[in-house]
């Protein structure tokens, strides 16, 4: 599962890691992403611009928005067969950007979990892979949504979850964004752990567990 995530980075930086994205000038760091909160996607509209969904996947046939709440994550494992994802897998696709996320290591029994800081060593901008939908609400008013897909973990993060969000080398963009319906077989490739070698993880102090939370002191290490 993926929980909570960050976009810390700068306009400049992000625009360099994703030089053909059209990124908003006013875009915040973020240290502490939470679901149900505005998230940083590129939908698969051919428009290659920058939007702002609400992370938490809302499906166009549901009746009450509120499903979006348990519907932050989608496993990639089964993508093509769950009615919520089958259609935006196929049709509607997204970039979540991000250049960080946090996972809870369990110490040992009824020992509290520790939160850990999770990145590329590089410290750069990455893009997970995301799915997305739009919701008619009864009054005329549209909500974008979006969830993150998970997989198997790699060796760094299984020593902290059993699952990870998918990351998605740069190789991967056009196929993902491709607008129009693809074959899930073609897309399937791209769903892999990534490379555990090009990452590392750390502690941070409990005050990620609240998403009232939000500096530059969450990302700290601590001992």
């Known amino acids: 599962m993926c929980g909570r995530f960050t976009l810390t980075a700068d306009v400049n930086a992000i625009q360099g890691t994703f030089p053909w994205l059209n990124v908003p000038s006013e875009l915040q760091p973020r240290y502490n992403i939470a679901p149900s909160q505005p998230v940083a996607v590129v939908p698969n509209d051919g428009k290659n611009r920058l939007d702002f969904f609400v992370w938490g996947l809302i499906p166009s046939?549901?009746?009450?928005?509120?499903?979006?709440n348990r519907m932050i994550n989608a496993r990639s494992e089964t993508?093509?067969?769950k009615p919520s994802f089958r259609t935006s897998y196929k049709r509607r696709r997204c970039l979540v950007l991000a250049d960080g996320f946090y996972e809870w290591r369990q110490e040992g029994k009824g020992q509290p979990k520790t939160p850990m800081y999770i990145r590329l060593e590089s410290g750069e901008p990455f893009a997970f892979a995301g799915l997305w939908d739009q919701w008619n609400a009864p009054d005329g008013s549209v909500i974008l949504s979006c969830t993150i897909i998970t997989t198997q973990p790699n060796a760094l993060v299984e020593r902290i979850h059993n699952r990870m969000p998918v990351i998605l080398p740069s190789q991967a963009y056009d196929a993902w964004l491709e607008p129009g319906e693809q074959h899930?077989?073609?897309?399937?490739?791209?769903l892999?752990?990534?490379?555990?070698?090009?990452?590392?993880?750390?502690?941070v102090s409990r005050q990620v567990n609240s998403p009232k939370n939000e500096s530059p002191d969450v990302i700290l290490p601590v001992a």
Do not use: R, T, V
Not at 61 to 68: F, N, T
Not at 194 to 203: D, K
């Open 184 to 190: 899930p077989a073609e897309l399937d490739k791209w």
């Open 192 to 203: 892999s752990p990534y490379p555990a070698q090009e990452m590392m993880a750390y502690p």
């Open 61 to 68: 046939w549901a009746k009450d928005p509120s499903i979006g």
């Open 79 to 81: 993508l093509a067969e």
